[in-house]
């Protein structure tokens, strides 16, 4: 399910809290869109098995609606995740 409005504004207030993104590190532009979707970083041991799954790090995407670069922050370290759960 995509985040809902209220979600999205949660998050872009935590990133502007921490004065994130800025400009866009690629093509200087200040264009940024905030995916409505979670994607989730794998996480393995060295050498380990890749688990579906498995351990995982919940992101969300940013995207720079000029050149397309795409930044992930991760929502447990910008605070919001157990939140996000619970909406
Ligand atoms: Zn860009």
Redesign the pocket.
């Known amino acids: 399910m995509p985040l809902s409005q209220q979600q999205r504004q949660m998050v872009i207030e935590a990133l502007q809290k921490r004065n994130l993104p800025g400009s866009?590190q690629?093509?200087k532009?200040n264009s940024w869109v905030l995916d409505e979707h979670i994607t989730y970083i794998s996480l393995s041991e060295p050498g380990g098995p890749f688990t579906i799954g498995g351990p995982s790090m919940p992101c969300v995407p940013l995207v720079?609606g000029?050149?397309?670069?795409t930044l992930l922050f991760n929502l447990v370290v910008l605070g919001v995740w157990e939140t996000l759960l619970k909406k």
């Open positions: 866009c690629v093509c532009h720079c000029n050149c397309g670069n």
